[in-house]
T-cell receptor
Framework: DTEVTQTPKHLVMGMTNKKSLKCEQH?????MYWYKQKAKKPPELMFV???????INESVPSRFSPECPNSSLLNLHLHALQPEDSALYLC????????????????FGPGTRLTVL | GENVEQHPSTLSVQEGDSAVIKCTYS??????FPWYKQELGKGPQLIID?????GEKKDQRIAVTLNKTAKHFSLHITETQPEDSAVYFC???????????FGGGTRVLVKP
């Protein structure tokens, strides 16, 4: 089973709202990722958690706040977003997250379609 | 940093014909090359991947070839079917890394 689940599927929020996106995997993977994808573009990496610790932050604005409560869960807290933040937010996971010399396959969830009004 | 270029950006083929998508990369440290298929409204799904110690890999109608010397790799889809219509992304990953670098994507349309 290579399933990554994400909730909600769709989210509409105002610029003053606070909301959270959730991601879950039960494959025993120890690396989890957040990507942002705009229409007709490839996914762009935002954050990487490896063994529940933030290992990469791709200079993402502080209005996006990631959290990894345990090895199976990944959250993305949203606050004071702008309309240009509207996009498909994808979660992914991989077995080890690049430790040692191994390169691991990343499996993506279905995404959350976010609209900021 | 790594740069991945993908061509063509759109590809229209007749059902039953073959489709070929090509990617070139810049970082010789890249050693893992996945291909993802993304259907409308869905997340990218891994369809095939290849590691740098292999030159070719095949899975039913899909094959990937890798030329490490020339730094390019290609996706081949034979006997295309309407359900192959989607956006395809190539990507690269460096040894001991976890940051995928994606190509720009190819929109494939298979006409019945």
């Amino acid at each position: 089973d290579t399933e990554v689940t994400q909730t909600p599927k769709h989210l509409v929020m105002g610029m003053t709202n606070k909301k959270s996106l959730k991601c879950e995997q039960h494959m025993g993977h120890r690396a989890m990722y957040w990507y942002k994808q705009k229409a007709k573009k490839p996914p762009e990496l935002m954050f990487v958690y490896s063994y529940e610790k933030l290992s990469i932050n791709e200079s993402v604005p502080s209005r996006f706040s990631p959290e990894c409560p345990n090895s199976s869960l990944l959250n993305l807290h949203l606050h004071a977003l702008q309309p240009e933040d509207s996009a498909l937010y994808l979660c992914a996971s991989s077995r080890q997250g690049g430790l040692g010399t191994r390169t691991d396959t990343q499996y993506f969830g279905p995404g959350t379609r976010l609209t900021v009004l | 940093g790594e740069n991945v270029e993908q061509h063509p950006s759109t590809l229209s083929v007749q059902e039953g014909d073959s489709a070929v998508i090509k990617c070139t990369y810049s970082d010789s440290a890249s050693n893992y090359f996945p291909w993802y298929k993304q259907e409308l409204g869905k997340g990218p799904q891994l369809i095939i991947d290849i590691r740098s110690n292999v030159g070719e890999k095949k899975d039913q109608r899909i094959a990937v070839t890798l030329n490490k010397t020339a730094k390019h790799f290609s996706l081949h889809i034979t006997e295309t079917q309407p359900e192959d219509s989607a956006v395809y992304f190539c990507a690269t990953l460096q040894a001991a890394g976890n940051k995928l670098t994606f190509g720009g994507g190819t929109r494939v349309l298979v006409k019945p």
